[in-house]
């Protein structure tokens, strides 16, 4: 019980984090490999407003969320929009799109090491022990995970209810489509990415209260989000949750039972797995 509850509170972070490049590469069709730095600056925020002003990293997210929202804003309508405008199919959209996010993490990186330096960084807040079904854990864990929750909530009610998320779903499903019906297919796939930016930004806040970060640890989450989108499925939220919690409970399972050096080995065998056997996704149909 006491592993799959940590793996849970892993998995709901892992949740928030692979949100955004769900709603990046679901809707705008760009897998952004700069999604870990994004994450990574986020937590840097955090630590730097809660060390120089001890401003708590709970409310930190509500001046993380709007500058990422705005920096990815930026991104996309400067660096991947002509990308998009020239792009003749999908499949040289998403090349084109690799490579330019592939270099805009090495930016990124090089950004906060020229800034912050190489070192780790860490902080303590609420890093007190509470009980849940007999066992302790740390607040800060608990927190993150129930904020988690509250966010991942509030995107799959806006994205199943409102008209602006119906309409990003559409684009998902089907951009030609959706552009017959009068659907704004450019504005709503750079509300998506800034949307997902954002989404990822907070997961690194969330995450650096009880996570040592460092300026090149951000590979490492792109890759556990990548993992996660294919796992669960290319614009499929619902997935997403779902096989975060998965990744979460196998990484805490190898760790406690194994050795926690295995731990991102055995998240790829899993990816392996379900490129191999369910490559459409836990909740995807065939296709006929």
């Known amino acids: 019980m006491d592993i799959l509850i940590t793996g849970i509170l892993l998995g709901g972070t892992y949740a928030l984090i692979a949100m955004g490049l769900n709603l990046q590469y679901g809707v705008a069709r760009i897998m952004n490999l700069a999604n870990g730095e994004i994450l990574v600056a986020g937590g840097y925020f955090a630590f730097i407003a809660y060390t120089a002003t001890q401003l708590s990293p709970i409310l930190t997210i509500f001046l993380v969320a709007p500058l990422a929202f705005a920096l990815n804003w930026l991104i996309y309508r400067v660096m991947l929009q002509p990308l998009v405008n020239r792009a003749k199919n999908r499949g040289q959209l998403e090349t084109d799109s ?47 995970f129930v904020m988690a929750v509250l966010i991942c909530g509030a995107l799959y009610v806006w994205l199943n209810w409102s008209r602006a998320g119906l309409s990003i779903r559409a684009i998902a499903t089907a951009p030609a489509s959706a552009r017959l019906v009068g659907i704004d297919v450019k504005h ?55 096989a975060a919690l998965l990744l979460g409970i196998l990484e805490t399972v190898v760790a406690s039972l194994l050795d926690p050096g295995l731990t991102l080995a055995a998240a790829y065998v899993m990816f392996l797995g379900i490129l191999l056997f369910r490559p459409q996704g836990l909740f995807g149909k065939k296709p006929t």
């Open 188 to 242: 709503l796939s750079a509300l998506a990415f800034a949307l997902g930016g954002a989404v990822t930004a907070v997961g690194g806040a969330l995450i650096s209260t009880y996570l040592t970060l460092d300026a090149s640890t951000g590979v490492v989450f792109t890759l556990k989000a990548l993992i996660i989108v294919i796992m669960g499925g290319v614009g499929d939220v619902r997935g997403t949750i779902v």
């Open 98 to 144: 690799i490579l330019a996010t592939f270099g805009l993490s090495f930016i990124g990186v090089g950004l906060m090491l020229s800034f912050f330096g190489g070192d780790y960084f860490s902080y303590s807040f609420m890093a007190v022990p509470v009980e849940l079904l007999g066992s302790t854990y740390g607040a800060n864990r608990v927190l993150s």
